[in-house]
């Protein structure tokens, strides 16, 4: 039931939302003698911040359309390279530019859509030639489609990387940093020729015992009986992929709004003072910071299980017992690939050493093979905003660089 109640809730909260933008553009209108007095703005504003807050989101565009490389003004144009049931792999095609280096930039699978990383991409754009895992909300994948699971993304990975070619470079943010590990090893021990140049890690959890957070507490304070039976819902007939078990999307975001609820309803606050002050530029960076962190996809049950089981419960990763498809997980097999590990000094999801822990495992790399850069920056930080473009991303070129 509650996949329906949520459904039953946001077609109100739609409808309710319409009404409030509609509101809020009779109050706001010139032509309206009510917007001149009476507190006229002050409504209009409380009803612009509800109708954003409670509007329905789908999936939303990352609008790269152009870059500047070497000076140039450059045309960019989306490309599907490959399509499989849970996710396709993107390129972006920067016209007329060829060469420069392949990075593969594999998006998290925790309840956003691969447009959360929309600044990530659009940094590295002048740089390289960029693809992104896009994955797909399994909502809307039919269950004759099968099943998707931790192994199923490893497999993926490997697959995208075969098809990109040799000589790429990895980089994963946050929660794909133990899938993508994974594949290195694997990749590293069969001496595979489209193994990464460079695996570089953002906040992933690859060791959680390591400066534990809410999120890692969470994840280990109860068994994987009362995950299976609470968190875990059936999308309803309105859907093609009717009959799925997922963990939804909506679960998710309720999650990490309530870790900083305070925060984010001073954001609000401010949203609803620059509104009413008439300063729109301010009222709009934050109306599109929420349009994406409240766009939200479900996950398959049986990869949400499976990944708080290896990696958050078993620690399989760091204990040397992960598996994939029964053959063991190698760490030492890495022996050529450049491990970047950052973190975030405020990084609330990731704490600090539980991404450099990566470094650690792989003993048979060479130590000039190694680096680990922490940054000034929260979770959401260090892969978005002015810390990422002007701090971090400039070391991650030149460790690709360096390990051409």
């Known amino acids: ?96 530019i060829e060469g420069g280096p392949k990075l593969l930039i594999v998006a998290p699978m925790s309840g956003h859509y691969a447009t959360l990383l929309r600044g990530t991409v659009e940094r590295m754009l002048p740089v390289a030639d960029v693809y992104i895992t896009d994955w797909r909300d399994a909502k809307l994948v039919p269950l004759s489609d099968g099943s998707f699971d931790l192994d199923d993304y490893i497999d993926y990975l490997i697959e995208f990387m075969e098809l990109i070619g040799p000589g790429a470079h990895m980089l994963a943010v946050c929660q794909p940093s133990v899938p993508c590990y994974a594949a290195a090893c694997l990749m590293s021990a069969d ?121 958050f419960q078993d620690h399989a990763l760091p204990k040397g017992t992960m598996t994939h498809r029964g053959r063991l997980v190698d760490p030492a097999a890495i022996t050529d690939i450049g491990i970047l590990a950052i973190e975030g000094k405020r990084d609330d999801i990731s704490g600090l050493g539980q991404t450099r822990a990566a470094l650690t495992l792989a003993t048979e790399l060479p130590e000039a093979k190694k680096k680990y850069l922490v940054a000034d920056a929260g979770h959401y930080g260090i892969f978005n905003g002015s810390k990422w473009r002007n701090q971090i991303a400039p070391v991650l070129e030149e460790w690709m660089a360096s390990n051409a």
């Open 191 to 311: 001496k595979h020729p489209c193994r990464p140049k460079t695996l570089t890690m953002m906040g992933g959890p690859i060791d959680t015992r390591e400066a534990p957070t809410a999120v890692n507490t969470l994840a280990t304070e109860r068994p994987h009986s009362w995950f299976e039976n609470n968190v875990i819902a059936t999308i309803p007939a309105t859907y093609p992929g009717a009959g799925r078990r997922v963990y939804p999307g909506f679960l998710q975001l309720s999650g990490f709004m309530t870790m900083n609820l305070g925060n984010h309803m001073m954001s609000h606050y401010e949203m609803f003072k620059h509104l009413v002050q008439g300063d729109d530029d301010s009222a709009n960076a934050t109306k599109d910071f929420y349009e994406e962190y409240r766009s939200v996809c479900d996950m398959t049950a049986e990869f949400y299980l499976q990944t708080i089981d290896v990696v």
């Open 1 to 96: 039931m509650l996949y329906n109640a949520y459904e039953m809730q946001k077609s109100m909260l739609a409808g309710a939302s319409a009404m409030a933008n509609f509101g809020a553009g009779m109050l706001s209108n010139p032509a309206n003698p009510f917007a001149y007095f009476g507190g006229g703005s002050i409504i209009s504003s409380a009803l612009e911040v509800f109708a954003h807050a409670a509007a329905p989101r789908g999936k939303p565009d990352f609008g790269l359309d152009r870059t500047v490389v070497d000076g140039k003004d450059v045309s960019v144009v989306e490309e599907i390279v490959l399509r499989k049931p849970f996710g396709q792999l993107k390129r972006f095609v920067r016209e007329g």
